[in-house]
Structures are given as C-alpha cells and as structure tokens.
C-alpha cells in the first residue's frame, strides 16, 4: 500500500471521527457534548462566515418580500397601543396630581399600582421594536421541539433565562451561555413550564410544551368562560420573564381531568416550526 493511499485512509478516518462526534454531539443533550459542539462551530465561523452574510442577505430579503405587510400591520398596532398607553400614562398622571393635592392617600396608592402595570406595558412596547437579534446556528432534529442554538452568549450579554422571542412573541429562553454562543429551550418542550395568565379575564394557569410542536395551558378549573382568541401572556415569575410577555392565544380545548381542571391548546404567536433569527 502506498504513502498515497495511507494518507487518504487517514484523512477518511479522520473525517468520519469528527462528523460522528458533531453528530454524537447534536442529537444528545449532555453538557460535555454541548460544548464539543460550540468549540466546533467557534472554529468553523471565520471560513462559514461569507456564506452566512448570503445566507443572512438572501432569508432577509425573501422575508421583507413575504411578511412585508404583516410587518407594517404590527407597527402599526404597536404604534396605536404604544399611544393608548401613553393617552393613559397622561389620564392617570392628572389623577395622581388630583389625588395629591387632595391628600387622598388611598386613591394615591392605587395611581401608583396602576400605573406601574401601566408603565411596564408602555416599556414592553418600546423593547418590542427595539430587541437586539440573533442567529439560530443549530436546531437537531432529534431536538427539534426541544432548544436550540444562538449564535450570542457572554460576550453579548446573553444570561441564563433570558426570555427569546420571534415577531415580538415569547418561543423559549436560554439555558446555557458560553463565551460566544447559548442553547435556549424551547416552550413547545415538556420541560418548558412558566405560569401565564389569560388577559380577558385574569385567570391563571401553566403553560407547557409536549415535545412535539404543541402548546398547552393546564390547570385551569372547570366551568371558566374562556373562548377561542383569547390572549395568553406571561404572569410574574421572575426578573427575566415579567409579566405582560405576549404568548399566543387560546386555541380551544384539549382535554378535561377528573380531579375538576380543563386543558387548553394554544395558538402560539410565532411560528415555532420554522425560523432563522429571534431577539431578546
């Protein structure tokens, strides 16, 4: 056998010990494999990179042409409620003054309570537009309903349980940051679990995921008046996720228990079977 031939079984076997740890790597969720894979894909950006500006240009361009009008539609529902908001902002200002130069103390405490929701709300709307974008870099089929992978970590500021969204809806947050890229879990995962709230009237319940691409809404009591359409938010859980963070809507209802509590299947506001990018 000659020096030729050694050379390109070496290389052979080489190559096929790399992809089989890439894909050991991708379809398995230990931490030790995890990293293995952000180091290779650390190495493979300098000669990945031109494609991945045509890459970036082509999906941005195509989605301008598509979404372009779905687009305008929601700047323009944000600006109208970015203004009722504010209409609001300036009604309860009067009032606290009112209530201020009236010494009346209990109306003062509910301006403050009031407004802080009001304030909260007026500060989604503006993050809304303005949220800092990454890169989906890596989603396993063997994981596909579960995470993902950004293409931002430390270095950008990324923190665990930092919320992420796509069209200004909530699809997961990160569970693990390294130097220059985060994995984020996914709510359509069965370990996905936040509290939300139902902003029609106020009731609350979990929101989970099944593995397989579908959004529920548990523990919510029979006999509820809740309708199809109706919108599910974030209820307060935690610094990352605050309350208000939009979800999707109720779809309808999915099963009923014994022990008295009833089921949703929610329409989730991003479509969480296809994207490229999302915010934060």
């Known amino acids: ?65 598509w979404d372009n009008d779905k687009l305008n ?23 606290y003054y009112f209530a201020a130069a009236s ?17 909260l709300a007026d500060s989604q709307v503006s993050q809304d537009i303005n949220k ?6 890596l989603r ?9 992978r950004i293409d931002k970590g430390e270095r950008d500021g990324i923190t665990t349980g930092l919320p992420i969204f796509h069209n200004g809806y909530l699809v997961g947050r990160v569970s693990t940051v390294s130097y220059m890229s985060s994995w984020a879990e ?11 709230v139902i902003e029609e009237t106020r009731e609350l319940g979990v929101v989970v995921g099944d593995g397989n691409g579908t959004v529920l809404l548990e523990y919510i009591p029979a006999g509820r008046a809740l309708a199809a359409g109706m919108k599910v938010s974030t209820a307060m859980l935690s610094e990352h996720l605050p309350p208000g963070l939009p979800i999707g809507v109720i779809a309808g209802q ?5 022990d008295g509590y009833v089921t949703y299947k929610i329409a989730p506001g991003a479509d969480l079977s296809r994207f490229f990018s999302v915010s934060f």
Not at 76 to 90: H, I, Q, V, Y
Not at 254 to 258: D, G, H, K, L, Y
């Open 103 to 119: 010494n009346d103390l209990r109306d003062l405490r509910d301006f403050r309570l009031s407004d802080d929701v009001i304030i």
């Open 1 to 65: 056998m000659d020096r030729r031939s050694t050379g390109r079984e070496w290389a052979h076997g080489l190559t096929a010990l790399i992809l089989g740890l890439f894909l050991l790597g991708v379809s398995s969720g230990t931490g030790i494999l995890k990293n293995i894979v952000d180091i290779w894909g650390n190495l493979l950006f300098i000669p990945e990179y031109p494609a991945v500006v045509l890459r970036e240009a082509f999906t941005d361009w195509k989605e301008r042409s």
């Open 73 to 95: 539609a929601e700047v323009s529902k944000l600006r109208a409620e970015n203004e009722r908001l504010r209409r609001e902002l300036s009604r309860r200002t009067s009032e």
């Open 186 to 196: 996914l709510i359509t995962s069965q370990s996905f679990m936040i509290p939300a």
């Open 254 to 258: 999915f099963r009923e228990t014994s």
């Open 140 to 148: 396993a089929p063997m994981s596909w309903w579960n995470e993902i």
């Open 132 to 137: 800092n974008l990454a890169r989906v870099t």
